[in-house]
Each structure stands twice: as structure tokens, then as C-alpha cells.
């Protein structure tokens, strides 16, 4: 029986905070491959401003700072985004980052055209709904400023995970704990509808590996 998709929800908060918790820093300090790909794309851009959704401990948060960006890094785990702050003093890199928790099922609290330039690492995969993907989505063009870049990623049909492990409907499933939305290709392209789709990049990452998809689109 599929679990009611807002106690998956809760669930899926209250496991990543015991992630957190119990591996402190868990992806490392070094940053993801497409945070160090979205740094250069939202340079090129002309960004000064970036929002990272479901930033945790803050690896690719930080990358931005140093990099030269002011980031706004969100997240639904207060302990990852605390291991972030903390992160951010020692290296000196305080003034430059902002946290605020927050659910992206719910409206983003900032202003319109208020942002450069959005990251999402894996957060639009996480145990969303596909209309709280498209209502996300469409927070996102509400916060970036016309030409401003929204860089995200996603595992996708073609994982080995998919189909496999507890399945709670509208492609997701649940593995160690970890509940995963699988995009189909469809889907990028519906979420693109009103924006320029630049790149749609596959790559694999971790163990098994995980297969995903880098997708970069442009706000009109």
C-alpha cells in the first residue's frame, strides 16, 4: 500500500535530519561536479545572487561563495543547514551566505525577480509530487530575474533504482530509507514549457552509479 504522500513527506524530513545528525559533512567538503559546472554558467550569466534548493551541509553552498557569489542556501533539515553555518565561519565565508529552513512544497519566501541564478542538486527528486515539481518550478521563475539561469539535477527512468524497492506511486521509490521521484525525459520538458531548455547533459554519479540528468534553462 502506498504510504499518504504528505506522511511520506514528513518521513523523508525527519530521516534526513537523522542523516545529517549522525554523518556530520556526509558528501565531503569538495563540491559536487555540477556545482562546479553551474559556478561557471551563472559567471557567465552575469549572476551575483544564487539560491541553492536543498543545499544540506552546504558543500556546493560554500563552492559559491567562494567563487564569488552572495547565496541564499534553503533547505528542510535545520541540522544540515547548522553544519553549513558552522562551515561558512570557519572558513570565513559568513558574510557571503544566508540559510533559511524552508519546505519547497510551500511558496518561496522571496521577492520576485529577487534572484541571478538557482541550483537544485537532486532536490527536484526528492519525495515531490509531480504537481508540487511543477508548482516548484514555478516558484523558481517567479524569484529569478528575466536571463537568470536555473541549473538542476535529477535521477532519471534509466537509474537501476527505478522500478525497484518500495514503490509509492507517481515514479517513486523508496530505497534504504530514501525515497526518489525518477524523472522521466516528459517531464524535463514539460517543466522547460515558457523558459529556453539549453542543455539536458546525462551523467553518473556515486555507487551503483546513480544516473541523472543536468538540466540548464534560461528564464524569459
Not at 558528501?27 to 552575469?46: I, L, V
Not at 564569488?68 to 543547514?81: E, Q
Request: hydrophobic share 45%; with cysteine.
Amino acid at each position: 500500500m502506498h504510504q499518504h504522500h504528505g506522511d511520506l513527506a514528513a518521513t523523508q524530513q525527519e530521516h534526513w535530519q537523522q542523516t545529517y545528525a549522525a554523518h556530520p559533512g556526509m558528501y565531503g567538503a569538495a563540491p559536487s561536479g555540477p556545482a562546479a559546472y553551474a559556478a561557471t554558467a551563472f559567471r557567465e550569466a552575469g549572476a551575483e545572487v544564487v539560491l541553492e534548493l536543498g543545499a544540506g551541509h552546504g558543500r556546493d553552498a560554500l563552492h559559491f561563495a567562494r567563487e564569488g557569489f552572495r547565496v541564499h542556501a534553503t533547505d528542510f533539515s535545520p541540522v544540515g543547514l547548522d553544519q553549513l553555518v558552522d562551515a561558512a565561519r570557519a572558513e570565513q565565508l559568513a558574510e557571503r551566505i544566508s540559510t533559511t529552513v524552508h519546505d519547497v512544497r510551500t511558496p518561496l519566501p522571496l521577492a520576485d525577480a529577487s534572484i541571478d541564478a538557482v541550483f537544485a542538486h537532486m532536490l527536484l527528486c526528492m519525495a515531490l509530487s509531480t504537481d508540487e515539481i511543477h508548482a516548484l518550478i514555478d516558484e523558481v521563475r517567479r524569484v529569478l530575474r528575466p536571463g537568470g539561469v536555473f541549473v538542476y539535477t535529477v535521477r532519471h527512468t534509466g537509474d537501476a533504482h527505478y522500478g525497484a524497492g518500495v514503490a509509492h506511486g507517481d515514479d517513486i521509490y523508496e530505497h534504504g530509507g530514501f525515497a526518489v521521484h525518477f524523472f522521466p525525459r516528459r517531464l524535463v520538458d514539460e517543466l522547460a514549457a515558457g523558459w529556453d531548455l539549453t542543455e539536458v547533459f546525462a551523467f553518473e554519479e556515486g555507487e551503483l552509479p546513480r544516473r541523472l540528468w543536468r538540466v540548464t534553462q534560461i528564464a524569459h
